[in-house]
C-alpha cells in the first residue's frame, strides 16, 4: 500500500475576501494543480481511513475553488 502524501496548499486559509482579481486568479491556479496532484494520489481502498482522510483534503480544495470563482463573479 502507497502512503498518501497530503499537500498542505496554505499555511493559512487564505482571505478571500481580501484579494483583489489577479490574486484570486492566481490562488485559483495553485488551488487548480493541488487538486491535479491530490487526484494523482488517490487512495484505491473507498472503504479505508486514508481514502475518507483524501475525500476530506479534496472536498476542501473544491470548496476554496468554488469561493474564488464566486468572488470573480462578484467583481464582474
Given amino acids: ?3 498518501v502524501i ?7 486559509e487564505p482571505d ?8 484570486l486568479l492566481s490562488c ?3 488551488l487548480r494543480e493541488k487538486i491535479s496532484a491530490l487526484d ?3 487512495p484505491r481502498d473507498m472503504e ?3 481514502y475518507e482522510d ?3 483534503r479534496h472536498e476542501q480544495l473544491e470548496d476554496l475553488v468554488d469561493e474564488i470563482l464566486d ?5 464582474e
Wanted: aromatic share 8%; hydrophobic share 35%.
Fill in 1 to 3: 500500500m502507497a502512503d
Fill in 6 to 12: 497530503y499537500l498542505d496548499t496554505f499555511d493559512e
Fill in 16 to 23: 478571500i475576501g481580501a484579494m483583489n482579481r489577479e490574486e
Fill in 28 to 30: 485559483l491556479d495553485t
Fill in 40 to 42: 494523482e494520489l488517490e
Fill in 48 to 50: 479505508s481511513e486514508e
Fill in 54 to 56: 483524501w475525500g476530506e
Fill in 71 to 75: 468572488r470573480l463573479d462578484d467583481m
